[in-house]
């Protein structure tokens, strides 16, 4: 079973900068792909929007939402990825999830999310 720890969020101004980042247990984190995923306040269900990929040899892919802002990476090294959010938007509040492995597989893992607050 791979865990997943995201760093704490925080409230930020518009405008202002993050990281965050995502320590997983374990020895597959090196092999599978990661992705952060972020879910907006008073969405219904269980929406959550994908936000950026990144494969194990590093290949980046981007929501249009945060293209030019948000910077996905990863150190296989240390069993960390990272999302580095700058020019951050009050649109960008939401708890964001570190996600590992591709949804309904067999390698399908998921952080408890940790809140970004972007206040205007």
């Known amino acids: 079973q791979v865990q997943l720890v995201e760093s704490r969020g925080g409230l930020v101004q518009a405008g202002g900068s993050l990281r965050l980042s995502c320590v997983a247990s374990?020895?597959?984190?090196?092999?599978?792909?990661m992705d952060w995923y972020r879910q907006a306040p008073g969405v219904l269900g269980n929406k959550r929007e994908l936000v950026a990929t990144i494969t194990n040899g590093g290949i980046t892919n981007y929501a249009a939402s945060v293209k030019g802002r948000f910077t996905i990476s990863r150190d296989n090294a240390k069993n960390t990825g990272y999302l580095q959010m700058n020019s951050l938007k009050s649109d960008d509040t939401a708890v964001y999830y570190c996600h590992l492995g591709r949804l309904g597989s067999a390698i399908d893992y998921w952080g408890k999310g940790t809140l970004v607050t972007v206040s205007s």
């Open positions: 374990g020895s597959i984190f090196r092999i599978i792909s």
